[in-house]
């Protein structure tokens, strides 16, 4: 089977499971005593924040390792994950307001965590539009690492900003250093959807990545190909 | 290590002595600064919000894009006198020549500011006589992060399109951390309280200053070569 | 003192790719000058960049005797700062190739000299006609007396007197011959007259790789210029 049909059966039992994870959700899970029904945007909302930081510290990586040893599947893999991480930081963009309206009464609060989504989101486009203005592949490469090095970096300093920073946003229940602090059903749901997006995270990278490596391959070149 | 502070400061010592014979790049920021502070003057109603609430945003977005103005400046020189080839054919170390734009950019900016805390203090009529010296301190340690970070983007769009753009583009994600810190910090000294409270902040300034010249300085090599 | 293996290197990718160099190897030792004789779009400039360290070679390798100290560049760029006196360009660049402090001063107005500059080391660059700007940037090239000498299109913009000029200084700095010694250079232009008397050697470049290298042995300017006409424009 090849890259791009894994990818796409991958992505398919995904969104599978992101679907039953919102019926789980809305059907079997308790409602939250003092946010209501709307609550369960929970669900999706912060597995999707997660794995916007997730992708960031992925880029990077894989920036780091393409530095050293130069192999152009590190680069197609950045730049998949990069996109991949767009969309989850729209969707938790998008996901945040339709949360927050109904709690807080406005479709947008600056609290911390949506901000900093917000700003992994403009490192993102940042990271994207250079990639965009550089047309030599190997130059192009090696700007994207060095900028998704940085951008890795970046990502514990958001987070310790908003430990800081005091806000309207509830304070993280389950990425906090204490345990957990949700119920056993919800915190199933909360981790059934965990996993759901990871796959969908998997899938979608694979797609991209196979998108990447069959344009590649019509140009007939890629970063440090050198000479044919 | 002492081979490459000399070269660093061998390379710095020509950029400031350009700027300060040539004097348009650095008269144009505090112009600029002086400017944005106006314009802030007119941007508000100083009977409805006490001006002490806002002084530390307006201070610090003066000096955010103050920084930012000056940064296109370290590699636009050496494009502009056709110097940068010769820079990457000498001996030069990549690191000594971060380090001596890095530290020519740092005396820019504190210029900038130097002229911008009094213009600032005086148009705003902001107390700062008793915590200037934290305060200078604060602003040090801020600057220090967002120029670090700066001066590596800076040299990385020279060979892209649109890099003034782009620059100010990529960059401002990266200058958020220390500009939470640097206004939480000044928002507190402003307001009386004591620099106790303010620790988890400096700690994050300090902490951004330590990771980002590190790395700012060790990528540097990967984006100034063709 | 100088020695090329197997560089290749190309820009672009897919269909829009350039092959700039194309399996160049050669080694030059002191006394010897190479003029490579070129189309636009050859490869020379970037020869001598790969060469100068400029660019990393995606296959291939150069070694160069003393590192990027020992290399003096001549080029399209003036590698000077408008804004400072020729004497504190000297300065600034001598200090970076580690020119010994107490040297800087004596050497430069030694080179100045040389050049026929002297009266004019304490003018700001930019109020020096081409001419001189271009002399100036000779003298920067040679300000740590380097061994190798990479010179891309030097005498473009000259006029038939400095031309001659800078060929005799190109020729002394040279040396070698029976008197041993001397220095290596390496001469990229599109213009066959220009750089024939210096060279002791002689490449043509097309697309990339050399159609012919050899010792330039008698030959004189005209025999060079059919020979390259052959190899270059023909078939």
């Known amino acids: ?228 | ?226 | 003192m100088l020695s090329a293996e197997g560089l290749r290197h190309a820009f672009g990718e897919g269909r829009g790719q350039v092959v700039a160099l194309d399996g160049v190897s050669f080694d030059l030792t002191s006394g010897q000058a190479l003029a490579i004789f070129g189309p636009n779009g050859a490869g020379k400039t970037t020869l001598l960049k790969v060469l100068a360290g400029l660019i990393r070679p995606q296959v291939g390798s150069v070694h160069v005797t003393g590192g990027r100290r020992a290399i003096g560049w001549i080029g399209h760029q003036s590698h000077l700062y408008e804004h400072l006196t020729v004497r504190e360009n000297l300065l600034f660049w001598a200090a970076l190739y580690g020119v010994a402090a107490a040297r800087r001063g004596p050497r430069a107005a030694e080179v100045l000299g040389r050049l026929g500059m002297a009266h004019r080391a304490d003018q700001p660059v930019w109020s020096l006609s081409r001419g001189l700007a271009q002399r100036a940037a000779i003298a920067k090239a040679l300000i740590h007396d380097p061994s190798v000498l990479l010179l891309d299109e030097p005498f473009t913009g000259l006029d038939l007197a400095a031309a001659a000029e800078l060929r005799a200084l190109l020729g002394e700095l040279r040396g070698g011959g029976a008197a041993g010694g001397g220095r290596v250079l390496v001469l990229a232009t599109h213009n066959v007259d220009e750089g024939v008397e210096l060279a002791t050697d002689v490449a043509f470049q097309r697309r990339g790789r050399f159609v012919h290298f050899a010792p330039r042995g008698g030959r004189g300017p005209a025999e060079i210029a059919e020979a390259y006409r052959r190899a270059v424009f023909d078939g």
């Open chain 1, 1 to 228: 089977m090849s890259l791009a049909h894994k990818g796409r059966w991958i992505t398919l039992v995904a969104l599978v499971c992101v679907a039953a994870v919102y019926v789980r959700a809305l059907a079997f899970t308790p409602v939250e005593r003092l946010q209501g029904p709307a609550q369960k945007i929970f669900y999706l909302h912060v597995p999707a924040a997660l794995w916007t930081e997730a992708a960031m510290i992925l880029v990077g990586l894989a920036g780091t390792f393409y530095l050293f040893l130069k192999d152009p599947r590190l680069d197609r893999f950045a730049e998949a994950s990069a996109e991949v991480g767009t969309v989850f930081a729209t969707i938790v963009l998008t996901t945040g307001p339709i949360w927050g309206k109904p709690i807080w009464g406005t479709w947008w609060t600056w609290d911390a965590r949506l901000t900093s989504t917000l700003f992994l989101f403009f490192l993102y486009v940042g990271y994207l539009l250079v990639r965009g203005a550089v047309r030599d592949p190997g130059l192009r490469a090696r700007y994207a690492a060095v900028l998704g090095i940085c951008g890795m970096c970046l990502v514990p300093f958001i987070h310790l900003s908003v430990f800081l920073f005091r806000t309207l946003h509830p304070q993280p229940i389950i990425l906090k250093p204490s345990a957990p602090s949700l119920p056993s059903s919800m915190l199933a749901t909360w981790l059934f959807s965990l996993t759901a997006f990871t796959l969908l995270y998997v899938g979608f990278v694979t797609q991209r990545y196979a998108l990447s490596l069959a344009r590649d391959a019509q140009r007939g070149g890629s970063p440090e190909a050198g000479p044919v």
């Open chain 2, 1 to 226: 290590m002492g081979e490459l502070l000399v070269q660093a400061w061998t390379v710095a010592r020509k950029d400031l002595v350009l700027e300060f014979r040539t004097r348009t790049a650095l008269i144009s920021a505090v112009v600029f600064t002086a400017l944005v502070l106006t314009v802030f003057n007119f941007g508000r109603d100083p009977t409805a919000v006490p001006t002490i609430d806002l002084a530390p945003t307006i201070l610090w977005v003066t000096f955010t894009f103050a920084a930012m103005l000056a940064l296109n400046r370290a590699f636009q020189l050496e494009l502009e006198n056709q110097a940068l080839e010769g820079l990457l054919v000498s001996p030069l170390s990549r690191t000594s020549l971060y380090w001596g734009k890095l530290i020519a950019n740092l005396v820019f900016v504190a210029v900038v500011e130097g002229v911008g805390l009094p213009l600032f203090v005086l148009f705003f009529d902001v107390p700062v006589g008793r915590v200037l010296v934290p305060l200078i301190g604060v602003i040090a340690l801020a600057t220090l992060g967002f120029v670090a970070v700066g001066t590596l983007f800076s040299a990385l769009v020279i060979r892209t399109r649109f890099a003034e753009l782009l620059l100010v583009v990529i960059l401002l994600p990266f200058l958020v951390p220390p500009l939470i810190g640097a206004v939480q910090v000044t928002a507190r000294l402003l307001g009386g309280r004591p620099l106790s409270e303010s620790v988890g902040y400096l700690k994050l300034l300090a902490a951004y200053d330590i990771v980002f010249v590190s790395l700012a300085s060790f990528l540097f090599r990967f984006t100034v070569d063709e």
